[in-house]
């Protein structure tokens, strides 16, 4: 069945770090691909998306590449902040349900 | 851009009562409306589907009769916790798919206690 599996945290960096959160995923077809970010005591938002291989999703300094050959979707960043802190979920869409499938959350703390 | 707004954000009842949770689409449309299920520290768990005048479909392990969804209208759907017990205490999480585009929006959640 399809699913997602990402780097088990929490993952604590210094400011200024390079941050890489490792997300894999097995499905049939072609999925759609997310990161979301849920911030503390808030609700999930999109963070970047990226619908078919090779494409690249961008956003706050954030990056991810779908890579089909080897069915991931990491995310990155060349220099972490403080508010970056917060718990990073990989995600997959199957078109045909429109059902979303959540990995199990990375949560990151960065220290100033 | 789209938004998705939940009420109440947070609530606290008693053993043995219900509790609905409104899911809305402010300035969109949706056909189809998703409500998860969220514990502490964990990851989201999709509870159940429900498309715009008809009945939700509901995860494998779900009680429909204890989770009672309505999708009455393209921008709002419930979700009544029927008998809440302490060990539905949890973080429910609706999203919203657009009618046009297939975009899905997530709600801000709501947080639920039952004492």
């Known amino acids: 069945g399809n699913s997602v599996t990402q780097m088990e945290g929490p993952v604590t960096l210094s400011e200024e770090a390079f941050l890489t959160i490792n997300c894999t995923y097995t499905a049939t077809g072609y999925p759609s691909l997310f990161w979301y970010v849920q911030y503390p005591g808030e609700g999930l938002q999109l963070l970047l998306k990226?619908?078919?291989?090779?494409d690249k999703g961008s956003n706050k300094g954030f990056e991810a590449t779908y890579r089909k050959e080897t069915t991931s979707f990491h995310l990155e960043k060349g220099s972490v902040q403080v508010s970056d802190s917060a718990v990073y979920f990989c995600a997959l869409l199957y078109s045909s349900a429109s059902k979303i499938i959540f990995g199990s959350g990375t949560r990151l703390s960065i220290r100033p | 851009g789209a938004v998705v707004s939940q009420h109440p954000s947070w609530v606290i009842c008693k053993s043995g009562t219900s509790v609905k949770i409104e899911c809305r689409s402010l300035d969109f449309q949706a056909t189809t409306m998703f409500w998860y299920r969220q514990f502490p520290k964990q990851s989201l768990m999709l509870m159940a589907t429900s498309n715009e005048g008809s009945k939700a479909t509901y995860e494998q392990g779900v009680e429909k009769d204890k989770f009672l969804i309505n999708h009455a209208s393209l921008t709002l759907s419930t979700l009544t916790v029927t008998s809440a017990h302490p060990e539905d205490s949890s973080f429910y999480i609706c999203?919203?798919?657009?009618?046009?585009?297939?975009?899905?929006?997530f709600g801000p959640g709501t947080r639920l206690t039952v004492t």
């Open positions: 999203s919203a798919r657009e009618r046009r585009a297939g975009e899905q929006y």
């Open positions: 990226a619908t078919k291989a090779d």
